[in-house]
């Protein structure tokens, strides 16, 4: 038998609503989230060395380079739980990590599908200016759009729910400027590859859910 893997490239702009959709896609299909805005502030917290050089780039809504990042990758994708594939959350975001991400996927049947969640960039803004995340499992929710059923508190263990420090406007406007000129070009790259698919992610959170979980193929 050979080892194939089922590895899922989730794209779109800051707030599109990747975290949200691959947490419900990790308990829908088995396969592990791998955020690396996740592991970095996981980094943060623990004052390791990788967090401390992560910060001064994550404070300023900039990229983490692309040496340190795709060897975290490498790190996390040989984890037991990952052994079925991924459902990738913020990574790839250039185009040296896509080429890297496809020659390390590649043994395993390459990278299955890259579904791009659309939405427009005045929701981006006012998504990420509302969201709180919980300190204790990452669960993410809206003040607004998705509040938590006891204000402040995560509805899954009650934790405290937080505002991260990159999720202020003038961040997120740089973010977004990130995105365009760096990360935007990788619809283009998964697009020529037969990759990719269009979801809707103005839609509500279920609807988006069932949209992507009809594009998934469990290898
Ligand atoms: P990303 O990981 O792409 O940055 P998130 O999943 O963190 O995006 O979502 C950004 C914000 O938008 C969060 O506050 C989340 O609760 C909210 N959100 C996500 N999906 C939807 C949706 N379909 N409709 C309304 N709000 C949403
Ligand atoms: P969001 O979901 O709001 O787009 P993330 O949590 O994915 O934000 O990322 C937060 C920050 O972590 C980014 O602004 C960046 O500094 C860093 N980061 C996350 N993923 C990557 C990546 N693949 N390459 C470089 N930096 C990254």
Do not use: W
């Amino acid at each position: 038998m050979t080892d194939k893997r089922t590895y899922v490239v989730l794209l779109g702009a800051p707030g599109a609503g990747k975290g949200t959709q691959a947490k419900l896609l990790e308990q829908a299909t088995g396969l592990p989230q791998v955020s690396t805005g996740d592991i970095f502030r996981y980094n943060l917290k623990n004052e390791t060395e990788l967090g401390k050089l992560a910060k001064s780039y994550m404070d300023k809504g900039a990229l983490v380079p692309d040496d340190v990042t795709i060897r975290m990758v490498e790190d996390r994708l040989a984890q037991p739980d990952a052994a079925r594939g991924a459902i990738m959350d913020g990574f790839p975001r250039t185009l040296a990590q896509a080429d890297a991400f496809d020659r390390l996927v590649a043994p395993f049947g390459g990278v299955a599908v890259a579904p791009v969640i659309v939405i427009d960039d005045e929701e981006t803004v006012y998504r990420i200016t509302g969201r709180r995340s919980c300190r204790a499992c990452g669960s993410v929710y809206h003040i607004i759009l998705n509040p938590p059923k006891v204000e402040g508190r995560c509805d899954k263990d009650n934790g405290e729910l937080y505002q991260r420090d990159d999720d202020q406007e003038a961040t997120v406007r740089n973010r977004l400027l990130v995105y365009y000129k760096q990360t935007a070009p990788l619809i283009g790259y998964y697009y020529a590859k037969g990759l990719l698919r269009e979801v809707n992610g103005g839609e509500t959170i279920e609807l988006v859910q069932a949209a992507l979980r009809s594009l998934i193929k469990l290898k």
